[in-house]
DNA sequence: TTGACAACATACTGGGTAGTATGTTCATCA
DNA sequence: TGATGAACATACTACCCAGTATGTTGTCAA
């Protein structure tokens, strides 16, 4: 076998523990999730978790970094966009909300994190590492910030406090990864509809004006 | 010492243990949080908590009900006033956010609780408990739920999905237990500000007509 | 003044789990 | 073809903590 090809499975692995600990992260919240039922969600033992992981927290911080990685990819095509801020963002915001949907586990995973963070839940040597991430999550949320008073400024946006007025918009659009649930024969579309729901719902919160071609 | 007076001495002395588990529900999280470390906040032991509740998951349930009749005592005033639903509904959107704020660790411990049901984190014994205490809470959800829904029948609300829309107007309405943290020399003022600029954000969100006399 | 009981404190036990130490297998490479 | 190390599995330990069992103190009622 190539070296590639080796490294490849490795990574591999990595990902498929990383999936496995934001699904029972999700489910069972930090401290409810023992690293053994990780690995038994794996078909797996301890072993193969600490070879990749130092700690928990290690495991942690990685379903945290990779949900962010997620994120950054998903805005990423529309953040150059030409033309209005108020478009651009409605673009973002979309492709935001459509991510915490699709990549839900991980999402709830780094809300945890910052829950964590906030509440000063970490032991002192994984201070920095956990400082990182959230710089890391916070320049994501600055991202919009920027944007949002842009359109502002371009007279799209009508709202008094920029910092309220970010987290009141995150806290909508991040909201589907605590009450979307996978309905039966539910299609791309319907995800979409619902994501549009959502992504106007904030518009509107920050005195975006109406449209008319949209419902 | 008369009865009446011993009887209150014992319910302040609840009292005190539920303002004490609130807080460190709070600030670590259900099961970070040892009922030893209540004990300590509270300057006493263990004892003292199992006296009064039967199991640490008692104590919570204990902590969610009373966030809740505070919630219920708090829009109590406004919710049979006269007039158009949307004005009955800015009125208890505003205590209820004025509530959040004054009350946050109870309500993060309320937040805490839906979160632990909704993934089943609770025994089969206590499983009626909180299936009573959810309810409890749905049915405080109803109640805005009616109140946007006779707003838009009477044409000032103006939404597609009803069940959606009450998710997001109440996630923007419970943030503040989420990102509120007091200032120095904050006066209730202030307060009342930051909930007037929240319960705007969310009354946008409804797609309610823009007022003159709001900033 | 003397039970009786409420309101705690103290001391102990058992179960669950993070982390570690040590095997085992198998592919690659010299 | 044997050495080497990656990628795990197995076995064990040490700690934390919920819950319990039992003591202690003060109050009230008779």
Redesign the interface.
Known sequence: MTPGVREHMQEDSRADILSAAATCF???????TSIDGVAHALGATKGRIYHHFRSKADLFAGVFRAGMDMNYAAIAPYRALPGRAAVRWRRMAFAHVVQMIDTKPFQRTVWMGV??HL?G?TTPEQRSVFAELIRYRTDYGNIFREVIVKAREEGDFD???VS??N??MF??LN?PI??YAPRVGETRADIEI?AD??VT??W??L?GKEERNR?
């Open positions: 999700m489910e069972r919240g930090y401290s409810e829950e964590m509440r839940a709202f008094t406090d309220i007025t987290q009141l806290m909508t909201s605590f009450w619902l729901r959502v719902c904030a509107r919160g005195g419902q």
